[in-house]
């Protein structure tokens, strides 16, 4: 297998990259090892501000409404948070004083959303609130075990029978301003929640509830459908495993579906995550990026990893892999010249994309923007029209022997935790 750019990772930063190079007619493949930060995901796309005309038409294109109001929002637990570039279902207000009364509303037999506790801390700010369950005949078969009375099932019938939500909620409601409901709506029809909020004579807020997050995982089944329409190889449920390096390039990867098929590409794009995702792993010794062998921006000194005091900043959460100002990735000190690094892999080492969201799709479209400069498109024969002097004599990465030798494979290099581990698979 053959593209232009392959992209590691199917996070935010991967999906940015991914649908970005696509629109631009560049062919493009994204290994996707599973769950991402967006599984999780708030609803706020943090350390970004209104969005930028290119991220504004890309979440139009991808049927993500976002809107923006510098405020807050409420959390799960009835507090509330700064924030500002937001889905649209979340809402976002000017002071966590956002009514007079509310109707909180939880579905019978639903654990992950902690109306109790919301509440509680609603009447800290002053809010009067009143907590009903509601029980639907499509949720029966759910309630019969809490493992599956889970946000996303429960989602799935939602989309369906919204409508009966809104029928109970107006009988329940009295002289409730405000209506709080779990952030279980709009899965698969993204207009859901607004359908909703019209449906219902006061203020709706939907809450967050426990993982997974419903709104987060509709944003990544908008990427994905938006990366795939524009003819994106979405390889989902795959693993890096390894990659080919020789001459400070990369030549392929090696996932763990495809085994010997290695994917060979002009440009490889790192957006693996951080140690939530294993786009970095740590062990006692080191921290290390396992699919390349990057180098980590980290103390060498574990003693100097974390801070004592629990509630600090903890400066393991800062580390990321080195790449240099173009976001060249940096191993063994030097640049790989085709790869590059998007996402929180980075970690804070460039404060300049910001952080949270913000990193990952400040970096992605920084990463996009490096190889569209340098991109040269392919003749007839697979060849790069543009000859690099790192190529080998035919002047043609794609017609390399498949079989490396073992200098290719950074197996020989000095071993760093998993990617000792993920060579011997080769
Ligand atoms: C639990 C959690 C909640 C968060 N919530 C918010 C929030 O609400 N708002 C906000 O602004 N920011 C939030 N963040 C910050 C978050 O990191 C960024 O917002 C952003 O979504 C990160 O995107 P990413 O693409 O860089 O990484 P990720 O979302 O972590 O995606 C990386 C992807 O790469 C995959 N991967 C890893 N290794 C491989 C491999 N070898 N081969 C193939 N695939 C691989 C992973 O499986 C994962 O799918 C949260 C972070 C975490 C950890």
């Known amino acids: 297998m053959k593209f232009d750019v392959v992209i590691v990772g199917g996070g935010l930063a991967g999906m940015t990259t991914g649908i970005s190079l696509q629109k631009e007619g560049l062919s493009t493949a994204i290994i996707s090892g599973g769950q991402n930060a967006l599984h999780f995901f708030s609803g706020t796309f943090e350390s970004l501000s209104a969005p930028e005309p290119r ?11 976002v809107h923006y109001k510098e405020g807050v929002r409420l959390m799960p637990l009835g507090t509330f948070r700064p924030s500002a570039l937001s889905l649209e279902d979340i809402s976002l207000f000017e002071t966590p004083k956002i009514g007079r009364r509310a ?57 369906r029978v919204w409508e009966k939500v809104v029928q109970e ?27 909703i909020r019209q449906g219902i004579p006061a203020q709706v807020v939907f809450a967050g509830t426990m993982p997974p997050s419903v709104p987060g995982i509709r944003t990544q ?12 190889t979405f390889l989902g449920g795959d693993e890096a495993v390894s990659a080919h390096i020789h001459g400070g390039r990369v030549h392929s990867v090696v996932t763990r579906n495809l085994d010997s098929h290695y994917i060979e590409a002009q440009w490889f794009i790192l957006a693996t995550g951080g140690y939530f995702s294993k786009g970095l ?22 003693n100097q990893w974390y801070n004592p005091s629990f509630q600090a900043d903890q400066p393991y959460m800062g580390y990321g892999v080195k790449a240099d100002s173009s976001l060249h990735g940096i191993r063994e000190g030097a640049p790989l010249e085709n790869l590059f690094v998007a996402g929180s892999v980075l970690g804070s080492t460039h404060p300049e994309f910001g952080s949270a969201a913000g990193l990952a799709i400040n970096s992605a479209f920084a990463a996009c923007d490096q190889i569209l400069r340098r991109h040269a498109p392919q003749d007839d024969t697979g060849c790069h029209s543009e000859r690099s002097p790192k190529q080998d004599d035919t002047g043609c990465h794609s017609e390399r022997s498949p ?24």
């Open 103 to 159: 109707l909180v509303v939880n579905f019978l037999g639903y654990h992950d959303f902690f109306s109790s506790f919301l509440a509680e801390g609603l009447e800290k700010e002053g809010l009067e609130c009143r907590i009903r369950f509601i029980s639907l005949p499509e949720l029966e078969q759910l309630q019969l075990s809490p493992s599956e009375m889970r946000s996303v099932q429960i989602a799935r019938k939602m989309d």
């Open 55 to 65: 991220l504004a038409t890309l979440f139009q294109e991808a049927g993500i409404h």
């Open 281 to 302: 792993r740590s062990n006692p010794f080191e921290i290390s990026e396992p699919v390349f062998g990057l180098d980590v921006e980290a103390s060498e000194d574990r």
């Open 221 to 232: 089944m908008l990427l994905k459908r938006r990366y795939e329409v524009l003819g994106g």
């Open 403 to 426: 079989k490396l030798d073992d200098t290719d494979c950074h197996s020989e290099r000095s071993p760093k935790g998993g990617v000792e581990e993920s060579q011997k698979e080769m």
């Open 169 to 195: 909620v107006r009988v329940l409601l009295k002289d409730e301003d405000t209506v709080i409901l779990p952030q279980v709506f709009g899965l698969l029809d993204p207009s859901v929640p607004g359908r």
